[in-house]
Every structure is written in structure tokens, then in C-alpha cells.
């Protein structure tokens, strides 16, 4: 089977690469940041079960399990998908992981002191798409014991007109890409908030919508490209420390949604 599937319908179009979303046009107009340009090196990726940087931790997460030991974001990105099922409207696609097995840490050695990274429990994670109009719904099902600790964040980048015009707005509250860069590596937080609207200057806007996420934080240090990201907890603002305390447990199966809507 095939790790590339491609979703269409009469309004739009959807490239997946091993889990990836690359590619989401309408009327030949692309809405995702394409790799190879200038901002980042993915157009997707998910983070998990930590968010944020853990160097300030010394890459150490405490848990009831004992100690595990995860990069910036977690482990979940170094795993590859399995592609499960697909048809013209719809892929499903699936990460597992098994307890204290070492995961080689691509960060390693250049931008972290840990070659190999782990987590003390057992989970699988699906990642399904489907495409309803001119709507992509992604769903994320996290199966693990119960009181497993995590956060959750999804890292989608998206394509801009290269002008630095854009803004967004949530709540009746507009930001500006200059408000985005000032925020820097720590990215700029949206708390308490289930939509925003992505203001574009030469293509549709777009309104991404969620399902127990319930904040965003955006990053982009240019103008072609932001990342706006649905995420459980936001950690950059705080000194705290990678504990299970400061997550969520798991109910054992644990369900989150995003819909990004061409308007």
C-alpha cells in the first residue's frame, strides 16, 4: 500500500506523504507551506506527548513510570506512520510505540545532547483525514493505559503571500505578523480559544476550528510561511518543569479534531 494518497472532490484537492499533509489547493491556489521554501523544513507534524523545548529539563520527563527522556516536542515526529486505509475522500494512518523502546533523536548531535529518546508507556497514535467540501477535517485518537501523562500539539505550517500583510483573528482579536515575530522562538500564545481566521492577502482565507485543543500558538520568522498550531498546553511562558503534574492524564482513549475550512 502506498504511503502518498491523494483526496479530491469536486472543490479541492489533498497530497498526504506518510502521514504528512504537502499539499491542499482550490482553484489551483496552495494553501499549505511547501518544503524547500524559506521558514521550515515540514508542512506538518504533531507534538507529542511533551510540548516545547525540555533542555531547560535536561531532556528528563517525571512521570509515575519513571524518568523519560524526550527532545523538544517529544518523540511521536521521530516515528514513521503506517497508512491503514484510504479512499478518495478519507486516509487513515497510525504510529505505535512500545514502552522504553529507544527512538534515535535526529536532533542529536548538532542541536541536543540526547542520541536516543524513550516514554515508560505504551500508546498508538492515528492521525485520520477526511475531506468534506471545501473542509479537511483531521482527527488525532490517542489509545494508551489510563492516567497515561501527555500534551498534545499539532504543527501544520501554512503558505502567505510573502508581503507580511496577513493577520488573524479570534475572539473579535486581531493579529498581525509583526506581533508573531516579536514573540520569537517561544511562539505567540492564544489561549482559551477554538477558532481563528487566517486574513489572507492573495488567496481564500481559511478558518481552522478544534476540538480539545482549546488554545493555539503561532510561529513563522517570515513572510511566506506561518505555522498555526492547536495545542493542549502552552509552556514557553512559564519555567516550568517536564512533569505529569503539569499534563493531562489520559482517559485511555483520547480523542482531538481540527478543520481547516477554505472560506
Known amino acids: 500500500m502506498s504511503s502518498t494518497v491523494f483526496l479530491k472532490n469536486k472543490a479541492c484537492t489533498v497530497n498526504i506523504e506518510k502521514g ?3 499539499s491542499f489547493q482550490k482553484d489551483d491556489k496552495e494553501y499549505i507551506h511547501q518544503k524547500g521554501n524559506k521558514g521550515w523544513r515540514n508542512s506538518d507534524d504533531e507534538m507529542f506527548p511533551v510540548i516545547g523545548p525540555t533542555s531547560k529539563n535536561n531532556f ?5 513510570n519513571g524518568d523519560a527522556i524526550l527532545d523538544q516536542h517529544g518523540l511521536l515526529r521521530e516515528l514513521e506512520y503506517d497508512l491503514v486505509s484510504s479512499d478518495d475522500n478519507s486516509a487513515k494512518f ?17 542541536k541536543s545532547t540526547e ?3 524513550s516514554w515508560p508507556f505504551d500508546f498508538s497514535f492515528e492521525k485520520n483525514f477526511t475531506l468534506e467540501n471545501d473542509i479537511l477535517n483531521i482527527e488525532f485518537i490517542i489509545n494508551s493505559i489510563e492516567g497515561m501523562p501527555f500534551m498534545l500539539g499539532y504543527h501544520p505550517a501554512f503558505m502567505l503571500s510573502n508581503t507580511g500583510n496577513e493577520t488573524l483573528i479570534y475572539n473579535d482579536t486581531k493579529i498581525t505578523l509583526a506581533d508573531v515575530y516579536k514573540a520569537g522562538a517561544n511562539a505567540f500564545p ?3 480559544a477554538d477558532k481563528i481566521i487566517l486574513k489572507n492577502i492573495d488567496r481564500n482565507d481559511l478558518e481552522i476550528t478544534t476540538k480539545g485543543f482549546h488554545n493555539f500558538m503561532l510561529w513563522t520568522e517570515v513572510d511566506n510561511m506561518l505555522c498555526i498550531e492547536p495545542i493542549t498546553q502552552y509552556t514557553s511562558h512559564t519555567d516550568q518543569k ?6 493531562r492524564l489520559s482517559t485511555g482513549k483520547n480523542s482531538f479534531s481540527v478543520s481547516i475550512k477554505i472560506l
Open 115 to 117: 542520541e536516543n529518546l
Open 60 to 64: 528528563r520527563v517525571h512521570t509515575k
Open 190 to 192: 492564544i489561549l482559551n
Open 20 to 22: 504528512e499533509i504537502i
Open 94 to 110: 497510525i504510529k505505535k510505540y512500545i514502552k522504553n523502546t529507544f527512538v534515535n533523536n535526529s536532533k542529536f548531535p548538532v
Open 242 to 247: 517536564f512533569s505529569e503534574e503539569n499534563m
